[in-house]
């Protein structure tokens, strides 16, 4: 019965193979209520890994940029000069971030940003009440 069971949702889940994303297959697995369709889908799932590497191979970037969001809020915990009078933001999210331009901003602990995607995999910084957006970019 157990071996039924287990070849019913692995017929059910075969689609996962040809799903969008590798993170939409984990989730899909993750859903599956008994313990052992749920490790024939991860099983399946692993097996089926070097395939998607090969399907995804020089897409690698196009992908990570669909599935990231195009913006992100955060509060500054922490502001450091580096070297060329260049700022060193650190977020309440652990990321560092590191000034590219030279524009002069008066931001100061506890203040809350917005950082937004920009051209060519660059990012700016922009203070979430408005203000002047500083290009950045990150460090950690």
């Known amino acids: 019965m157990k071996a039924f069971i287990v070849f019913a949702l692995l017929t059910l ?3 996962l193979a040809f799903s969008s994303s590798l993170k939409d297959q ?3 697995c993750s ?4 313990v052992d369709g749920r490790l024939a889908c991860y099983d399946q ?3 089926s890994l070097d395939q998607h590497a090969i399907k995804e191979f020089g897409q690698e970037q196009k992908r990570i940029s669909e599935e990231a969001p195009e913006q992100i809020e955060a509060k500054i915990v922490a502001i450091k000069m580096a070297a060329h009078d260049k700022r060193l933001i650190t977020l309440d999210n652990g990321q560092l ?13 506890g203040d809350a940003v917005v950082l937004e995607r920009a051209l060519f995999g660059s990012f700016f ?3 979430s009440d408005g203000g ?7 460090i950690k």
Do not use: C, T, Y
């Not at 859903?31 to 008994?34: A, L, N, R, T, V």
């Open 45 to 47: 799932l692993a097996n």
């Open 26 to 28: 984990i989730k899909s």
């Open 13 to 15: 889940f075969a689609p």
């Open 31 to 34: 859903e599956i209520k008994p």
């Open 97 to 109: 971030w590191k000034q590219s331009d030279s524009r002069g901003v008066n931001w100061k602990i």
């Open 132 to 138: 002047h957006k500083l290009r950045v970019k990150r």
């Open 125 to 127: 910084m922009v203070p």
